[in-house]
């Protein structure tokens, strides 16, 4: 049995292959029905509505982690505070881990409700430029457990997509929960009735972190997802009062780099652990704008430079094919 299991896990055609739902791999899949039947996506109505709501949305990158505790959420939320430095750029955060909605807190916007107006739900403000939607703001407490199954977290991310009035927004990040699960899969089949410039995928140096980034990497190629590049988080330390480099997470099989390298993926960059960054999320503030110059804020500018150059040069590619 383990071994059948471990051989169709292998195999999964993924959900948008001519052969979901009827490779051998697919036998015993719960899913087998809806995928053979072509309805693991949107169905037709749906997808207009959706494309409807995001038609004003210019670039959707998505930040996902194979493994939890990597700082995926606090690298999207800097993400999300770097691209609207630019007040020129009207900018969107969903945060769509269902079960642990920490974006609301990393903004500052805990505590805060959703109201509804005629043309849908309203994102709640960090900024006139820097909009979010998170199940915590729906929830009466933030210790409040969200104890849903699968099909009712795909409403959800459905209803967000489909109902939230974004306006225009240039960039839509989406913080997703750890792994390659329902929501995952809910958020690429939705977004595949618009548009997704692509994945960042965030990590730390050491090898039980990679072993579920490389996952996360085949599971970005079998849905067809674009891979934007791998960030590798916590990058060493260096002591604020003797400068000494240490590696807290050491790189035993040579870090993000070497498994970029092996497996054809752009390291975007790497961001060396900084208290800081702790205390400004747990404050609700962008440590970007309060330690300017410090070496972690140098290195996430960079990558969100880099993002923005991929994001404007898939756009350019997206017209040619048009």
């Known amino acids: 049995l383990a071994a059948q299991l471990s051989l169709s896990l292998a195999e999964c055609p993924g959900t948008s292959s001519a052969q979901a739902g009827r490779a051998a791999a ?11 039947a072509g309805a693991a996506g949107p169905d037709p109505a749906e997808a207009a509505e959706l494309r409807a709501r995001l038609r ?28 609207a430095a630019d007040e020129t750029k009207q900018v969107a955060l969903l945060d769509i881990d269902i079960c642990g909605p920490s974006i609301p807190k990393m903004m ?59 306006g225009e927004v240039d960039y839509l990040i989406v913080d997703t929960p750890p792994g390659t699960s329902d929501e995952h899969l809910s958020i690429v089949q939705y977004l595949s009735a618009t548009h997704i410039d692509g994945a960042v995928i965030v990590t730390t140096p050491q090898e039980v972190s ?34 000494n480099e240490s590696q807290i997470f050491p790189p035993t099989t040579g870090g993000a780099e070497k ?35 410090s070496p972690a804020t140098l290195s996430y500018r960079n990558i969100i430079q880099r993002i ?13 094919i048009m």
């Open 26 to 36: 697919c036998q015993g899949c719960p899913n087998q029905g809806l995928c053979a």
């Open 56 to 83: 004003a949305v210019r670039h959707t990158v998505l930040v996902l982690s194979g493994k939890g505790g990597v700082g995926k959420s606090t690298f999207s939320a800097l993400l999300a505070h770097g691209l």
């Open 108 to 166: 500052g916007l805990e505590g805060e409700q959703v109201h509804q107006s005629g043309s849908g739900w309203s994102p709640v403000y960090v900024e006139e430029n820097l909009g979010v939607m998170s199940v915590g703001f729906l929830l009466s407490s933030p210790d409040d457990a969200v104890i849903w199954r699968g099909p009712k977290k795909n409403g959800l991310i459905k209803q967000f997509l489909r109902d939230v009035d974004w």
């Open 210 to 243: 990679l072993q579920d980034v490389r996952k996360e990497i085949n599971f970005c190629r079998k849905v067809k997802l674009p891979i934007i590049g791998v960030v590798e988080n916590m990058s060493g330390f260096v002591c604020p009062k003797c400068k």
């Open 259 to 293: 498994m970029c390298q092996n497996l054809n993926v752009p390291l975007l960059g790497k961001v060396p652990l900084d208290p800081q960054i702790g205390k400004s999320c747990d404050r609700g503030q962008s440590f970007l704008a309060e330690t300017p110059e």
């Open 308 to 320: 923005q150059e991929y994001c404007e040069q898939h756009h350019l590619q997206e017209e040619k």
